[in-house]
């Protein structure tokens, strides 16, 4: 394995985003098994203003990068 994470489409995480912000959870678009979710906190040497989620298929292993509003 060489190409490092493998990545969900760009349509697949818009899915996979809306379902997230509708139900605070998400499933696989491939394998309709419930995604991982591990929140990455912030380095405080980058100013980031939004919290992120590394949301991840322990199917297929396909991973997605969500970021959440602040305050949501
Ligand atoms: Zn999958």
Redesign the pocket.
Known sequence: MTEGHRVFSRMEVVRIREEWARSGGAD?P??E?ALLVERIEPNPQVSYVRRRHWLL?P??G?SALLETPRGS
């Open positions: 696989c491939r394998c098994q298929c199917s297929c396909k």
